[in-house]
């Protein structure tokens, strides 16, 4: 037991300390809220509360603070994805092979690994948090401790998620193009970016929407786990709480149960 | 060197990348102390190792490393055994330390290794470089590292997969002072190679050909058994060399003619009293691995072109084609 989280330990250690002493990801962790909440939130804001929104629903928030959980959430997933990088690096320099030669139980590996990728990520998305003051999102203990959890999982799924994907591709190149067009799309279809209107019925939507866009963003998990994370940081949900909960704990369960298969099997 | 108890024990091992039979029913017995496997490359030496290292599933056949099946007790058999592989394996991003620490870890050493390793960087002269990123150290002086490592928890047994290769002169006696001293301190070698200057200093010797074990014995044995010495003499007298030749069967090289014998030393007694006189040049060849090789396999250790990866990885090195 000593043996596994000291092995444990070393992979997880060994992750933070090689991400750490890259200066890009770190740039990336602290420009990518930047962009995103002063760009996009604060130049889409006046748009937010015009035109189709007010024949319909007044929301009582700004668009800051209706981005701000979904900022939060693209600072998780970036890093998250990256650590399949380190993974795919690992294989390809063959420090893999001192790993796999050892002793070392292979499910300590795996979780420090998966465990060593999604602190990454939740730091980086932790450090969102830091800008709450400046958009108008009070933060006392009782919230930050309610984001830290859906945050905590969302940054194991990506992190599983990332890990799957580089047990299935073979190189650098490969994976860019793969996250590339996985990432994005799934973030945009979580309406992260804009609200699916809650006090309207899925017809009704469909009207104002797309009927293809309402279906791609209702049957996009990261759109509840959005939601919960909405909930927790500015008291607006557009879905049950416990559906949110509920999809986000099952998806997390089943990415890393799968990742840990991918692991396995090579 | 030679005790009761094998090191190391294969029985049968067979194994096959699809339709390519990389091992073929090898049987081995390795003592402790110096063993060395000498094939040309593609020989099935690494597939070998990595079977009696558990990096591989024998598909058939067992072995056992100190007693302990590769097949049951694999983790076992990884604690024994220290690895050198054939390609780079460090973590370039962390510190020489940290990369020895995180062997520490992984291999159940618990936290209080500091003086191991400060022991070990010691031996490959490397403590001065502890705090250094691997990336910043020379290819030998990572090598140096990798070995280091591989004998940071203590094995019984140190597995090099061609250790010396891609190195310069310098680094190759190095790493070779190195895993004397190592022998010293009473760890036993098992190396792959396809330099016969690497194999001739094996306590042992075994011959992998296309996947089969074709020979194993000490150097001087195999030597003995499969080749003959050469004695070349240059001769002042030059009707004494036709007549040599006619009478003990002998064959020009040059200006000098040679004769081949299993005794020498019994051939230079016999003929330095007679002929002595008139020898103006002396050389005795004794057989090399090398011609062990030639004469069990019909081809060249040598001759034998880089393979596909080498070759590109060496064009790489140059630079590739944009710099010429």
Redesign the interface.
Known sequence: M??FL??L???WS?EL??SL??SGQLMGAFSRPLLWVLVFGVGLSPFFRTGLRETSFLVPFTYVQFIFPAVAVLNIMYPAVQAAVSLIYDRE????????????ARPA?FLGKLLGGASLALLQGLLVLLLAPFVDVPMPWGVFLACFFPMLLIALAFTALGLIIASRIQSFEGFGVFANTLILPVYFLASSIFPLDPSLTVEQQQQIFPPWLVFLVRINPLTYAIDVLRGASIGFQQFDPLTGWLVLGLSTLGLVGWAYYEFNRR | MTTAEPLLYAQSLRYRYGETLALDRVSLEVPPGFFALLGPNGAGKSTLVGLLATLLAPQEGEAWVLGHSVRQHPRRVRQLLGLVFQEPSLDERLTVYENLSFHALIYGMGFGHARRIAQVLELVELAEWAQAPVRALSRGMKRRLELGRAILHRPRLLLLDEPTTGLDVQSRRRIWDYLRALQGEGVSLLLTTHQLEEAEQADQVAILDRGRLIEQGRPEELKRRHGAARILLSLADEALAEQLLREQGGYREGERIGFETAQPQEFLARFMPQHGGAVRHLEVRYPSLEDVFLKLTGRALRDEGPDGRQALLAFAQKGGEHTR
């Open positions: 000593v043996y000291q092995v330990y070393a992979v060994r300390k090689r002493r890259e320099f063959g420090f893999f092979r001192e790993v796999l030669a050892s002793p070392a590996v």
